[in-house]
């Protein structure tokens, strides 16, 4: 035995855990094989047979071959084609007594764990471009589904990312393994992650529970990661139901999805039986935004169809942006949900409804079961009939805790009439569905109406936990109010407008307002004003964002008259930016002449979106008010500056478009020019107890400075014994003699 812990040692001790769990081990140079075939023939010959006993031995042959023989096609496409084959079966034709028949051949069976053949192999050499070796595979039924490459824990040269290399390399190398690869992992004992084969190295991530519980997850180690993805039920409910294509415009990307959404999805299942059986109340999906919560519904209408068998599925949102955004993800993955969704364009048609309009309450009552429908919220009225009356409809809500959810029956002042909250309404419509809750941010303590309609939380991933995973990047706050140099009066009045929001559910604090906020907009729209504000923009965006990353950035306008200001400033001060800098809003008939070249409409937003998310094109600065702040996300975007008071809910979602994951991305940065410090930590009050202590106090300034100190001290350190005195105090040569000077002193130090 070596005195070091060697990487052959590590797979030694991985191939003993898959041996615990009651995987089969084969060595593979014991075998007679093909080297030229990534498959395991004997195993997967013998499971074709076992787990499609009535099938004839030609229909058996007529889906090996389709296995063997894929048409010419990229290797995602391929791919994709064989996640077909494993998630439902093999379409094959036959024939009995020389009539020909078609029926589906499937690889693998999903409710029979047992039945399956389960090895863990090792050294198995496969020939394609060239000769290589993979440290481990894992074989289903003969199929080379996980491929495990394993780094030296005692190297230091060495770890995870060299192995996310290595697996690239493979897929040039020997590209027909990775067509039956559903996982790929890689592992060097003290990091363990898992992805796809289209993953970049920013979405391998780790699997931090066996259970589902976030306790003690921060350092999981490696056999929490491999026996809480790997066990034999485990994995066969992975590969079913937790990986699926989306498909981009020409790209497509395959989703593994991670622990918090498989345990959750799960969860969620679950709970949603129950309340199919009881009282409707689904309950509340709280996982924080950018973590992946619209593949997380995604997943769960998928697994609907067989949990509760083939129910019908309408999902709501409050705003048409919103809609458009979920309905398209959904759209993305239809292969995988089986069905394809449906936008309704109304409530119900009407003589003068168009042959591409959709009726909601038509379109309910053409089924009894299946099919997705989206529909905003402004689609669902009072009215003495409902619907449908159906039991087997799910309803699922996006962002499920807005103010319009309300049960309760309230009295205008003015008319005296009964006004009708719109969950109420909602209720009445669908009298007997299941309601379950989708969020990114936390029922507010104060509000009834949500848990009165979804009930509790079933689930709960909270920002601390997102970014300790990997799933989010943290955000950190600066502010820059001082720079405008605004007076007592205005700071009054700007808390004036947060005292507002606070309570603008009521339309006479509204209408009280107008005043108010017509003063807002004159004192924040002084031209002094904006042109001190686009100047410190510009400063600090040239000076320390413009070259991190792809230079993305947004600016959050307080108005639509505001936001034009601003642009116009910019561009006069830099006369070069027009393609850098561009406003996105909504057109207005009411707009001045000049506005409307530069504002467009829905198809001009729709081209600037794609081109704010091409992380190569000209387009760096985003100008918004309300439009992009929730549901939009550019992974890259790094900075957004404020201009506009906001809280709750609101603020929550707007600072979250910086959150997103982007290959060494450390974080997002809040640039505060209205004093959002108090909103923001009174819009944390509602997170968990862990989030309020890590997000408490965001100031990157209180945040660096403790950072920087400590890596001063490193530099002190590895300074010690060298005079570098001359480069505060010298002449431009003794600076520059001073610098070389310290390039040989740490270079002889290291020798």
Request: proline fraction near 3%; charge should be negative; aromatic fraction near 10%.
């Amino acid at each position: 035995m070596s005195g070091f812990y060697t990487e052959a040692d590590y797979e030694n001790s991985i191939i003993e855990l898959f041996q615990n769990m009651g995987y089969k081990y084969v060595y593979a140079p014991d075998l007679e094989r093909d080297f030229r075939s990534p498959l395991y023939e004997e195993e997967l010959l013998s499971a074709l047979r076992r787990l499609n006993p009535k099938m004839p031995e030609d229909a058996i042959t007529d889906a090996l071959f389709k296995l063997k023989n894929f048409e010419n096609a990229g290797l995602v496409q391929k791919n994709e084609l064989f996640m077909d084959y494993l998630q439902h079966g093999i379409e094959v034709r036959y024939f009995v007594k020389g009539e020909e028949r078609s029926g589906l051949v499937y690889i693998a069976d999903y409710k029979n764990p047992d039945n399956n053949s389960f090895v863990v192999a090792n050294q198995w050499t496969f020939i394609e471009n060239s000769n290589k070796r993979p440290d481990v595979l894992l074989f289903l039924n003969g199929l080379p589904v996980v491929l495990i490459e394993l780094k030296s824990p005692s190297r230091e040269e060495t770890d995870a990312s060299e192995g996310y290399l290595q697996i690239r390399n493979y897929m040039q190398e020997i590209p027909s393994m990775f067509i039956y690869n559903c996982i790929c992992v890689i592992s060097d004992h003290l990091t363990s992650k898992a992805g796809t084969i289209t993953s970049g190295e920013d979405r391998f991530m780790e699997w931090k529970t066996k259970d589902g519980s976030y306790e003690n997850t921060q350092y999981a180690q490696f056999d929490t990661f491999f026996e809480g993805m790997f066990t034999k039920e485990r994995l066969l409910d992975i590969i079913k139901n937790f990986i699926c294509f989306s498909n981009e415009g020409l790209k497509k990307f395959k989703i593994l999805a991670g622990y918090h959404q498989y345990f959750a999805v799960n969860k969620a299942i679950e709970s949603t039986k129950h309340a199919t059986l009881t009282d409707g109340k689904g309950g509340v999906f709280w996982h924080t935004q950018g973590s992946g919560k619209s593949l997380s519904m995604v997943f769960y209408a998928h697994l609907l169809q067989d949990a509760l068998d083939s129910p019908t599925i309408v999902v709501i949102t409050d705003r048409n942006d919103l809609d458009d955004q979920l309905y398209g993800q959904f759209a993305k993955c239809k292969n995988f949900l089986r069905q394809e969704p449906v936008h309704a364009t109304c409530r119900k048609l009407t003589e003068t409804s168009g042959k591409n309009d959709v009726g909601l309450k038509d379109w309910l009552d053409g089924r009894q079961a299946n099919g997705i429908i989206f529909t905003t919220m402004q689609k669902f009225e009072e009215s003495s009939e409902p619907l449908s009356e159906r039991r087997n409809i799910i309803v699922m809500a996006d962002e499920a805790h807005r103010s319009q959810y309300g049960l309760k029956e309230k009295v205008d002042a003015k008319t005296g009439e009964i006004k009708v909250g719109t969950a109420r309404i909602i209720r009445d419509s669908l009298p007997n569905a299941t309601y379950i809750g989708f969020t990114g941010t936390p029922i507010s303590a104060k509000d009834r109406n949500t848990r009165e309609v979804f009930g509790d939380y079933i689930d709960i991933y909270d920002m601390t936990q997102a970014v300790e995973d990997g799933a989010t990047r943290p955000v950190y706050y600066e502010s820059r109010v001082i720079k405008l140099k605004f007076d007592e009066a205005t700071l009054h009045l700007i808390d004036q407008e947060y005292d507002i929001m606070a309570n603008n559910a009521d339309p006479e604090v509204v209408e009280k307002s107008k005043k108010e906020l017509g003063q807002m907009e004159a004192v924040l729209g002084n031209d002094a004003t904006i042109d001190s504000l686009v100047n410190d923009i510009l400063d600090h965006y040239e000076n320390y964002r413009a070259d991190l990353l792809t230079g993305k950035a947004m600016i959050v306008a307080y108005s639509r008259a505001i936001a034009m200001k601003i642009y116009n400033r910019i561009l006069e001060l830099r006369p070069g930016w027009k393609e850098k800098v561009k406003v996105v809003m909504t057109e207005s008939n009411k707009d001045p002449e000049e506005w409307r070249a530069v504002i467009g409409n829905k198809h001009r937003r729709d081209e600037l979106a794609k081109e704010f998310k091409d992380n190569n094109s000209e387009m760096k600065i985003a100008i918004v008010v309300d439009m992009w702040l929730t549901g939009f996300d550019v992974p890259s975007l790094a900075t957004m500056y404020v201009y506009k008071p906001m809280q709750g809910y609101n603020l929550m979602q707007a600072i979250a478009r910086v959150n997103r994951v982007f290959q060494d991305k450390e974080g997002g940065l809040i640039v505060d020019y209205v004093g959002i410090a108090s909103a923001l930590k009174q819009a944390m009050n509602d997170y968990t107890a862990r989030d309020k202590k890590n997000y408490g106090d965001t100031d990157i300034a209180k945040v660096a400075y403790p950072k920087f100190l400590e890596k001063l001290s490193i530099c002190r350190d590895l300074f010690h014994g060298y005079d570098y005195s001359k480069f505060t105090n010298g002449t431009d040569l003794e600076r520059s003699k001073a610098i070389t000077g310290a390039v040989n002193f740490i270079v002889g130090t290291d020798k």
